[in-house]
């Protein structure tokens, strides 16, 4: 029997035992890379991959994807990363298909039955009682959604801040970004693990639908005393509305973005490309926005594994003369959905076009003269980036002079004194 096949039929015996709110009629099908299982009566398929080895390797550790296919929501498909460990390998795909179960069912059964069951809290009930499964809060997911969280599940943190059901929770920013960046359709599983790092404090890493998107925050607001190392995990399922506007100008986007990178390398210049996308249709807006924001995302997926890092925000000089300070860029869904396409597109796209399209923007031109300075041996952990300045279509000259004053104020306040440098050298 394939691992495969075994965690498919660990998870059936769970949801049986189990019972109650996940009742209904189970059926395995298949074997192999074929097999399945029916869940819900029927309402759910899954299907599961299991890899070689989890996070630390050895028969003791297994890495599986388990996706569920929700046939009564046009067949979207829920992948959920899980890990698990034990002394073999058969303990380890038991602890996997607990996880499974204590973190991912809740969420899915509440959705399917519009109702949360098994620790599960739908988010963002204007007046709910969190006790009863209604969380006034969000998780950090955004209102206008149809969300349902479950669960945490911990590993070396006896009490985690911000446990299932305290008010807490769903006031920390668990799932924040899910939502911008997300594929466009309409039903998604996102999962987020908060991890402590010892002296390091928290860091949040997020994925939604599997490994579709993969992001790491070390921005997480809760950093209480904790062990040298432990983590809390949940799940949450949330859906766009029918019909969403929202969702149709993502799957615009979406299109801007990849024929935006697909294409930069045959132009002779942005502007021509940009001239040309709209002339087939594209929306001008969208193009801008990824002119501006998605060519960042795009030089980072070059550089940021090599070890430079990044500020997480930027400035904004509004067309209205106004200067924003301190926009997450993460917020932009131009930005963070092109971080989940950047890795797609470097698989697929020539690599020399995809290393051009990644030298574009302002912050890989400075990392390139750094390099450049010296000798082809820099230093990117000593390597200083500030936030970028992105001007709107039409921004005036002033607003421009406004935010680049902005900028310079926060570099002579991040700088010692002695080692100030020119505002506009960024490295």
């Known amino acids: 029997m394939s691992d495969s096949e075994a965690l498919l039929d660990l998870i059936e015996a769970?949801?049986?035992?189990?019972?109650?709110?996940?009742?209904?009629?189970?059926?395995?099908?298949?074997?192999?890379?074929?097999?399945?299982?029916?869940?819900?009566d029927g309402r759910v398929t899954l299907r599961a991959t299991v890899s070689e080895g989890g996070p630390g390797g050895g028969l003791g550790a297994v890495h599986a994807?388990?996706?569920?296919?929700?046939?009564?929501?046009?067949?979207?498909?829920?992948?959920a990363c899980l890990f698990g460990m034990g002394d073999d390998r058969e303990s380890a795909l038991k602890q996997a298909a607990v996880v499974w179960l204590t973190a991912v069912a809740g969420p899915i059964r509440s959705f399917l039955d519009d109702r949360p069951v098994c620790?599960?809290?739908?988010?963002?009930?204007?007046?709910?009682?969190?006790?009863?499964?209604?969380?006034?809060?969000?998780?950090?997911?955004?209102?206008?959604?149809?969300?349902?969280v479950g669960p945490s599940i911990t590993r070396g943190i006896e009490e985690p801040p911000g446990g299932p059901g305290s008010p807490a929770s769903e006031a920390l920013p668990w799932f924040r970004y899910a939502a911008e960046s997300a594929a466009p359709r309409r039903v998604h599983l996102a999962k987020a693990t908060v991890v402590h790092q010892g002296a390091e404090g928290w860091r949040r890493e997020l994925?939604?639908?599997?490994?579709?998107?993969?992001?790491?925050?070390?921005?997480w607001p809760d950093r209480p005393r904790g062990?040298?190392?432990?983590?809390?995990?949940?799940?949450?399922?949330?859906?766009?509305?029918?019909?969403?506007?929202?969702?149709?100008?993502?799957?615009?986007?979406?299109?801007?973005?990849?024929?935006?990178?697909?294409?930069y390398a045959k132009f002779d210049s942005a502007e021509e490309l940009m001239a040309d996308m709209v002339a087939r249709g594209h929306d001008p807006?969208?193009?801008?926005?990824?002119?501006?924001?998605?060519?960042?995302?795009?030089?980072?997926?070059?550089?940021?594994?090599?070890?430079?890092?990044?500020?997480?925000?930027?400035?904004?000089?509004?067309?209205?003369?106004?200067?924003?300070?301190?926009?997450p860029l993460m917020g932009l869904p131009a930005y963070s959905r092109a971080r989940a396409l950047?890795?797609?597109?470097?698989?697929?796209?020539?690599q020399d076009e995809f290393q051009s399209l990644c030298l574009y923007n302002a912050e890989s031109h400075a990392i390139v003269n750094s390099i450049e300075a010296a000798k082809g041996k820099p230093d990117?952990?000593?390597?200083?980036?500030?936030?970028?300045?992105?001007?709107?279509?039409?921004?005036?000259?002033?607003?421009?002079?406004?935010?680049?004053?902005?900028?310079?104020?926060?570099?002579?306040?991040?700088r010692p004194a002695a080692s100030k440098k020119p505002w506009w050298k960024f490295w």
């Open 207 to 219: 994925e939604i639908d599997g490994h579709d998107v993969s992001h790491r925050d070390p921005d």
């Open 285 to 327: 807006a969208l193009v801008r926005e990824v002119e501006a924001f998605s060519t960042i995302a795009f030089g980072r997926a070059l550089f940021e594994p090599l070890g430079v890092k990044y500020p997480a925000t930027i400035f904004r000089a509004r067309q209205d003369g106004r200067v924003q300070a301190d926009v």
């Open 342 to 350: 950047a890795a797609k597109l470097r698989e697929t796209m020539p």
């Open 119 to 148: 620790m599960t809290c739908q988010a963002n009930v204007e007046g709910g009682d969190i006790a009863k499964g209604y969380a006034p809060g969000g998780f950090g997911l955004p209102p206008g959604l149809r969300a349902y």
């Open 14 to 40: 769970c949801v049986v035992e189990h019972g109650g709110d996940l009742g209904g009629w189970t059926r395995r099908d298949g074997d192999g890379d074929g097999a399945s299982l029916h869940l819900f």
């Open 65 to 79: 994807h388990v996706v569920a296919t929700l046939h009564e929501h046009d067949d979207e498909e829920l992948d």
């Open 380 to 414: 990117f952990e000593s390597l200083t980036l500030y936030p970028l300045v992105v001007p709107d279509p039409g921004a005036s000259d002033e607003t421009m002079e406004a935010a680049l004053a902005a900028l310079r104020v926060l570099i002579d306040r991040s």
């Open 227 to 263: 062990p040298g190392f432990g983590y809390m995990t949940r799940f949450a399922v949330f859906e766009f509305p029918r019909n969403s506007k929202t969702l149709a100008r993502r799957a615009k986007l979406e299109k801007a973005i990849r024929r935006f990178a697909e294409s």
